[in-house]
């Protein structure tokens, strides 16, 4: 299986999202780096769907952006030339079903933590203020960039309820657009463009960054079987 990636830098520090596993990255100092772990991410994305694990797995960089983010922190702006694409239902549904299921994921790891205000890791500032580095604060922050992503595309969604209430919610805004499979490009804040395609690609990212913090503080804080592995880290 080649592994389609977009390779987004800022000089040297890489991030690399596939482009056939929509929300699958790799972070690295480098560009070789990370592409020697998008095949252990692909692995695991595919056991968390549920799908066959190829025994060949290739990545292939087919589109690059070069960004002045803070990259190393997982800043992002890139929008990759497919999302630019009209959706069909069925793809759209395909996808949303995914960013969904990694919602009700994402929700089943937070409630497993025994005490989601203990935590191993010491405080760390990025781009964005202080990193999250509690359960609880793992997932407010994850939960909570909700209304921030609709609203790049001009859905007026909230925060309120669990992770997965509020983007299901989201959705059911959204498709009260007559045109919403159109795929329309948006120039959102910051510069940065935004597309219905774009959102589901970055809930599920966004979802996997902070899955798998969560996961490897819960396992360092209370021990390796303390918790389940949902995403298959």
Known sequence: ?????????????????????????????????????????????????????PEILVPEIVE???????IADADSDVIF??????????????????????????????????????TCLPKRKTFYGDVPITANEMYEHTKNVNSYYFGEIGVGADNRGTILECRQRGFELLEKQADYLDNKVFDGSYGEQWSLRKVLRRFIWHDRIHAKAMYKMAV?????????NIFEF
Not at 6 to 23: F, M, Q, R, V
């Open 81 to 118: 030339n497919s999302e630019k694409q009209p959706l069909t239902k069925e793809e759209y549904l395909e996808l949303k079903a995914l960013a969904l299921k990694s919602a009700e994921d994402f929700l089943a790891l937070y409630n497993s933590i025994p005490d989601k205000d203990k």
């Open 1 to 53: 299986m080649v592994i389609k990636c977009i390779w987004e830098h800022n000089w040297s520090d890489t991030l690399l999202y596939a482009e056939n596993c929509i929300g699958a990255f790799a972070r690295g100092e480098n560009k070789e780096i990370a592409l020697s772990k998008m095949p252990d991410e692909i692995k695991a994305y595919l056991k968390w769907r549920g799908e066959s694990v």
């Open 64 to 70: 690059e952006k070069q960004s002045e983010l803070n």
């Open 220 to 228: 360092n804080t209370f021990g390796q079987n303390s918790v389940p």
